[in-house]
């Protein structure tokens, strides 16, 4: 059984992607598209991090870790390729 802490924090998380994902369907431009989906890259990063720490298991700590670093390529890539940076 997951421990209330963990059960809270979880809430969190998902209020948190929720108005995240708010922010991408809203978003008047794309810059603001594209910080909605870093954010949610982000907040996916937190719940793995807490899934991890709930179920005492580490290798979603390493998982985490390997998503994090691929999401802030993409945010690299996408960033680039508004600049015109990409043909």
Do not use: H, K, W
Request: no cysteine.
């Amino acid at each position: 059984m997951i421990e209330p802490t963990f059960l809270y924090a979880s809430l969190i998380v998902m209020i948190a992607g929720f108005l995240s994902v708010l922010r991408i369907l809203l978003g008047p431009t794309v810059p603001d598209r594209v910080v909605g989906v870093d954010t949610l890259n982000t907040l996916v990063v937190a719940a793995m991090i807490l899934l991890s720490a709930a179920y005492d298991r580490t290798i979603y700590i390493d998982i985490a870790i390997v998503y994090a670093l691929l999401s802030y390529i993409g945010t690299l890539a996408i960033a680039r390729y508004l600049q015109g940076g990409l043909a």
